[in-house]
């Protein structure tokens, strides 16, 4: 029996993620949470003929939470306020931060052993902000601790298709790094199938990737960001644990982890220069990260010019997270 909750259940990702989660059959209860319109939401998905019971919460003082968390197997947590136009992944920081913080404490009273996948922007700085929460309440898994960047990934393979052609469901790319503009850094040379870039395409394709939700801004008009695709690429994520959960081997999927906790992450963080978060490829298992694969040793020189790039930014992100909760020490 698998119990999955969605902590932000109401908003532009939670919804579509939440209704994806309710019609898979790796699921068998499926609880949201959110500060408003839960009920309505949780109303609307228990009518759908799927194999999930689903439970609805508001925080009701704090119950909420409790309820909806307690026996969880796997939480994901899209929570917080969408990018507008203009606004800048860490002009988000200082509302979603505190939104994580709580949550996170939230999964490390009622259920430490969960699997936890952070979609909350900025996640190059979520994730540093929830391993800190987890590590002050003693109940850090660096295996089970996920920032989702599954959507850079996803752009990438479609992103390649429009420019080359092809099935854009058979592209795989290793995108590397972190999960906002320049420390997204997709490992172009090692597509598989092997595809060859045209020169003059090569640069304006990896702005695409780094910056693909900048469009989807601007095309909303002020409406919201990135929302049915970053739940697609959620669930794509969530549903490749749950499947390596099932005992199901051979899954590799790319994410955001601390990387001294995993098997196979200290080389890499030698390799990025120190950073103790880092987006690679990571297999799969059935008590979360097996092992983090390197594909850093054979990038091009123009991926080493973007990696000095990404180094740069994510230092400064993580750093970002792992002050602010060293400055909120009493809210933990």
Do not use: W
Request: charged residues 20%; glycine residues 12%; proline residues 6%.
């Amino acid at each position: 029996m698998v119990k999955a909750s969605v902590l932000g259940a109401s908003g532009g990702i939670g919804q579509p993620l939440s209704l994806l989660l309710a019609i898979s059959p790796l699921v068998d209860e499926l609880s949201l949470y959110d500060v408003v319109n839960t009920p309505g939401v949780g109303a609307d998905l228990s009518h759908i003929n799927g194999t999930a019971k689903v439970t609805a919460y508001l925080p009701e003082g704090g119950a909420g939470l409790e309820k909806a968390l307690t026996g969880c197997d796997i939480v994901v947590i899209p929570a917080g306020i969408p990018r507008k136009p203009g606004m800048t992944r860490d002009d988000l920081f200082k509302i979603n931060a505190g939104i994580v913080r709580d949550l996170a404490t939230g999964v490390a009273k009622y259920c430490p052993k969960a699997f936890v996948l952070i979609i909350s922007n900025p996640v190059n700085s979520t994730v540093p902000i929830a391993a800190e929460v987890l590590k002050s309440h003693n109940v850090f898994d660096p295996t089970r601790l996920f920032g989702v960047t599954s959507l850079d990934v996803v752009r990438a393979s479609t992103f390649v298709a429009d420019v080359v052609g092809g099935d854009r469901t058979k592209y795989k790319i290793p995108v590397v790094g972190g999960h906002s503009g320049e420390t997204i850094v997709p490992l172009l040379s090692q597509i598989s199938p092997k595809v060859d870039i045209p020169a003059d395409k090569l640069e304006a394709l990896v702005n695409r990737i780094q910056f693909g939700g900048d469009e989807v801004v601007k095309a909303k008009d002020g409406a919201g960001s990135a929302t049915l695709s970053m739940a697609y690429a959620g669930f794509k994520f969530a549903e490749a644990l749950l499947r390596a959960g099932n005992n199901e081997t051979g899954i590799v999927e790319p994410t955001y982890i601390y990387l001294p906790g995993v098997p196979g992450g200290k080389e890499i963080q030698d390799t990025v220069g120190g950073l103790e978060f880092f987006a690679v490829p990571v297999e799969l298992g059935p008590n979360g990260a097996v092992r983090a694969t390197n594909p850093l040793v054979k990038v091009s020189d123009y991926e080493e010019k973007l990696l000095e790039k990404c180094y740069e930014g994510l230092k400064g992100n993580i750093a970002k997270g792992v002050e602010f909760i060293a400055t909120q020490s009493s809210k933990l």
